[in-house]
């Protein structure tokens, strides 16, 4: 079974550039979830969708903005990028049930400039 | 609110155990997830533990969970240099699908 995929690797973008990036879940799997992780501070919740529904949402500007497809892969976009969004941004996929085990893709690594 | 806490270096030798702690606040934490991360990579879910228990095993990792005290530790047996890694503690709350970490542990396994 592949894995949590997440397109691009890495990006360079400029100040003021918005910026969309990928993550295709496991198969069957109907949740996402996406966070943001810098050496400051650490890993932070930014949203999760179910059937394309965002279902929780973390504090995090409006800039942050997220969908999910029917075929549950999901786009989280960035606009009027700042310095600070530099960070490794994650997406974790899961299956329903009451464990809730969420699957890391290897991340999108975000360099503004 | 919810904090999870942990110390951020462990140092330990090739073969010994390591124990990596974790305390959280939020006496509602249903599941408690231990992953690990290699530079450049994503998280690897290593374990988790529902909070009605007290403690789980799987292979070289033990979790103990003490939610009196809402603590939480994962001892690695026989450590090894291929377990040298950041490692985060998570805490999820009941009926929310938003994952809280820690800062993370990063284990340096001597030689």
């Known amino acids: 079974k592949a894995g949590v995929t997440q397109t691009p690797r890495y990006l360079i973008k400029t100040r003021g550039q918005q910026v969309t990036l990928s993550c295709s879940p496991i198969?069957?799997?109907?949740?996402v979830s996406w966070y943001q992780q810098t050496p400051g501070q650490g890993l932070q919740f930014l949203f999760e969708y179910f059937s394309e529904t965002q279902r929780n949402k973390g504090n995090f500007p409006g800039r942050f903005s997220g969908r999910q497809f029917s075929n549950s892969r999901s786009e989280m976009n960035v606009s009027t990028l700042e310095l600070g969004d530099s960070a490794l941004y994650l997406c974790a996929s899961s299956q329903t049930g009451t464990a809730y085990e969420a699957f890391f893709g290897q991340g999108t690594r975000l360099t503004v400039v | 609110g919810e904090d999870v806490e942990q110390s951020l270096f462990l140092s330990v030798r090739e073969g010994d155990s390591s124990v990596i702690n974790c305390t959280y606040t939020d006496s509602s934490s249903t599941y408690l997830y231990w992953y690990k991360q290699e530079p450049g990579a994503g998280l690897q879910l290593l374990t988790y533990i529902f909070s009605n228990m007290d403690m789980k095993q799987d292979q070289r990792l033990t979790v103990l969970l003490n939610k009196k005290d809402k603590h939480l530790s994962l001892r690695i047996a026989d450590t090894q240099t291929g377990d040298s890694a950041i490692y985060f503690c998570?805490?999820?709350?009941?009926?929310?699908?938003?994952?809280?970490f820690g800062k993370g542990t990063k284990l340096s396994v001597i030689p």
């Open positions: 998570a805490e999820r709350q009941a009926g929310s699908y938003q994952l809280t």
């Open positions: 198969s069957g799997h109907r949740s």
